[in-house]
């Protein structure tokens, strides 16, 4: 953490690791010491578009270890996914050895002004705005891990992409207030703050998983080929401040279809960990039993219940799958997506 109190980002990990652990059969536990973890994810906090700060951020991403074999080959490669940069180092102890991960570090920036001007881009492009002329406008701010009093202190009717909404936004009834908080769901906008924060969650745990998903296929693998992802670009060098927007935006830019190159993510790492796909099916996709537990960090993984209000469905977590990037900031189309994407989950087959 990072100038920015998050409380829940810890249960938003848990939630985001479920998949990948799934899917990987990877085994997840505590080091015996914190400098001994190999798998770091940072929530970024305040950053407002500066360069030094950005600079800050990367220098920790690819790390090598301390006590380096002087005999071996070490290497370090970035990627990008959406709201997420990693920086990943590997060891190769020889020409026929097979190289092994020592260092994963995942930086994320994901926050609730993303939420709206992902949703203010959609609005955009609907309304006929080229992605060129759009994208562009899209600004770093993150401040604010939820739409909640006291946290939703800046004019947001500044953001620069306002101008190509379709309709005038009511940041007053958007956002939720000491007064309006104290009136519950007999409060006016209540049922749209409560759905825009069930939207808000599912977005970041899903970018997330994504990042988490990357990072477990390795690296080195999409750099040479081997695998190979519209979500995931890899690059030698840290990225900067103008190559960030255009990737992680694709997903609202109509660069791919999102659940569809979720769910290739999720099967291509099952292949590679020659997991059996045909062992169980969620909604039509493959995906493997639950694995013996070994320590209390895998069950915390495992019973982390996922993020959908009113869900009785145990297996509900592939939130990718909701129409995730199909509605905007007004009321009535998020109620809507809400009560769709819940009785989807509720009634699948």
């Known amino acids: 953490m990072s100038g920015m109190s998050d409380g829940d980002f810890d249960w938003h990990v848990g939630c985001a690791l479920q998949l990948p652990h799934r899917y990987s059969g990877l085994r997840f536990g505590p080091p015996l010491r914190r400098d001994h973890a190999n798998l770091w994810i940072q ?26 074999d002087p005999s071996y080959t070490y290497h370090s490669l970035y990627a990008l996914t959406p709201f997420a940069i990693i920086g990943q180092t590997w060891c190769q102890p020889g020409p026929a050895s097979p190289a092994f991960i020592t ?9 609730f002004e993303t939420l709206l001007q992902e949703c203010l881009i959609i609005e955009s ?4 705005t080229r992605t060129l002329d759009v994208v562009p406008l899209y600004e770093h701010r993150y401040n604010r891990v939820r739409g909640q009093p006291n946290l939703l202190i800046d004019d947001l009717s500044t953001l620069k992409l306002v101008r190509h909404a379709r309709s005038p936004i009511d940041w007053e009834g958007l956002r939720a207030t000491r007064e ?20 808000f969650v599912s977005r970041l745990q899903t970018h997330l998983m ?67 796909l045909a062992s169980n099916h969620l909604r039509g996709i493959p995906i493997p039993p639950p694995q013996q537990l070994s320590d209390p960090v895998e069950r915390s993984i495992a019973t982390t219940p996922p993020y959908l209000w009113g869900c009785t469905v145990d297996e509900a977590i592939d939130a990718y799958r909701w129409n995730l990037f199909d509605v905007g900031l007004d009321d009535t189309s ?16």
Not at 190 to 199: S, T
């Open 210 to 276: 994504i990042a988490i998903t990357a990072a477990c296929h390795g690296l080195a693998n999409f750099a040479t080929g081997q695998i190979s992802s519209p979500l995931v670009k890899t690059l030698d060098l840290p990225p900067t401040l103008g190559a960030l927007a255009p990737h992680w935006l694709g997903h609202v830019a109509h660069g791919y279809d999102h659940a569809t190159a979720c769910a290739d993510l999720l099967e291509s790492l099952a292949q590679f960990y020659e997991q059996d």
């Open 103 to 111: 260092d994963t570090s995942i930086a994320f920036f994901y926050t």
């Open 180 to 199: 309006n908080a104290r009136r519950g769901s007999g409060g006016r906008g209540w049922e749209a703050r409560h759905c825009r924060e069930f939207l």
């Open 43 to 68: 929530h970024v906090g305040h950053w407002n578009g500066d360069t030094n700060r950005l600079a800050d951020i990367i220098a920790g991403l690819a790390r090598l270890p301390s006590a380096r």
């Open 334 to 349: 998020v109620i809507q997506w809400s009560r769709t994407a819940s009785d989807w989950v509720e009634n699948w087959k």
């Open 125 to 128: 492009l609907k309304a006929g």
